[in-house]
């Protein structure tokens, strides 16, 4: 596995993939992997000739209250489950390099980002299309993976790459969880014992109110019923429950669109999120 810091050395290497006409399959990450990430490099693995990992805890993607700080890292475990799965080429730039100077010019995503995540936390989607508009020009990928357990950051990006003509197709990848339902996690590793045991409640609460959703079709009663298991269940705090049309992330549920119940609880030193994406079949 090639590993780089430098863009320079990115861009080398990336050269000399596509002289050699290799397909270019791209997974951005923040690191402490586990395995959704590597499902996403599996199914990069599958569909391209060369495999592009990044591992960059973007700062501008974090409110000034928020954990860069102790997000956790660990670069040498990283890089060999990179190396396990697959990947051609590790990407480790430092923040120093990727923002040398601000120009003053921004990027702001547009309504879908007035909800769930993107209401709790301002500009935090604003610093994902900042990050992933270097990283596309950099890497310049065939295909890019993204997992379904961060729905909302998907498909603000499929937006993205739609609405401005990014030569490139957004893959997405279904949420990788524990045995016992918990999405699988960076910021796990933060639970107390106590909040361990309760969070794979978050599921099952997701689960009752989608099935409470389809018998009622109320979609306040559906968010009562998720609201009320996760209360009764965990010492966590819930930031939001919310069912909205899918991808465009709107209460207009009506003609056949897919919908996504999503959640965001604050357990003592973790915020999860996770969602369950239904299909307009309903599957
Ligand atoms: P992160 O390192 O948390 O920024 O995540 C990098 C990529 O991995 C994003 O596309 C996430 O959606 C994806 N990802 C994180 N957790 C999971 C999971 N449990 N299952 C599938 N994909 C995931």
């Given at each position: 596995?090639?590993?780089?810091q430098l863009i320079?050395d990115l861009k ?6 596509k002289?050699?006409?290799?397909s ?6 923040m ?9 996403l ?7 391209n000739?060369f495999?592009?990992?990044?591992i960059f ?10 954990d860069?700080?102790r997000y956790?890292?660990d670069l040498e ?10 990947v051609?080429?590790?990407?480790f730039p430092?923040?120093e390099?990727m923002y ?9 995503a547009?309504?879908?980002?007035d ?10 989607f604003?610093?994902?299309?900042k990050?992933v508009?270097?990283?596309?020009h ?10 379904q ?10 937006t ?8 490139l197709?957004v893959r ?6 524990e ?5 699988k996690?960076?910021?796990n590793?933060f ?17 009752m109110?989608?099935e409470?959703?389809q ?5 306040e009663?559906?968010t009562l019923v998720t609201?009320?298991h996760i209360?009764?269940?965990t010492?966590?705090?819930i930031d939001y429950?919310?069912l909205l049309?899918y ?9 056949n669109?897919?919908?996504i ?8 030193k ?14």
């Amino acid at each position: 596995m090639i590993q780089v810091q430098l863009i320079n050395d990115l861009k080398e290497n990336v050269k000399a993939a596509k002289q050699a006409g290799k397909s270019i399959g791209f997974v951005p990450t923040m690191g402490f992997l586990h395995e959704g990430h590597m499902s996403l490099v599996k199914h990069a693995r599958e569909e391209n000739d060369f495999v592009i990992m990044s591992i960059f805890v973007n700062p501008a993607q974090f409110g000034p209250n928020e954990d860069l700080d102790r997000y956790p890292r660990d670069l040498e475990r990283d890089t060999k489950m990179a190396v396990e799965a697959g990947v051609d080429l590790l990407f480790f730039p430092q923040a120093e390099e990727m923002y040398p100077q601000d120009g003053g010019i921004t990027i702001r995503a547009g309504a879908q980002a007035d909800v769930l995540c993107g209401a709790s936390r301002p500009g935090h989607f604003d610093g994902v299309l900042k990050v992933v508009t270097k990283l596309f020009h950099l890497v310049e990928p065939t295909k890019v993976y993204f997992g379904q357990k961060d729905a909302q950051q998907l498909a603000i990006i499929e937006t993205y790459v739609r609405d401005y003509n990014f030569p490139l197709e957004v893959r997405r990848v279904p949420t990788v969880r524990e045995e016992d339902g918990l999405a699988k996690s960076s910021r796990n590793v933060f639970l107390s014992e106590k909040e361990r045991v309760e969070a794979p409640l978050i599921q099952q609460a997701i689960q009752m109110g989608l099935e409470d959703y389809q018998k009622n079709q109320d979609a306040e009663k559906a968010t009562l019923v998720t609201i009320q298991h996760i209360e009764n269940g965990t010492s966590g705090n819930i930031d939001y429950v919310e069912l909205l049309s899918y991808p465009d992330l709107t209460n207009n549920l009506s003609n056949n669109k897919s919908i996504i119940l999503a959640v965001a609880v604050f357990f003592e030193k973790a915020r999860l999120i996770d969602n369950l994406i239904l299909n307009n079949k309903g599957e």
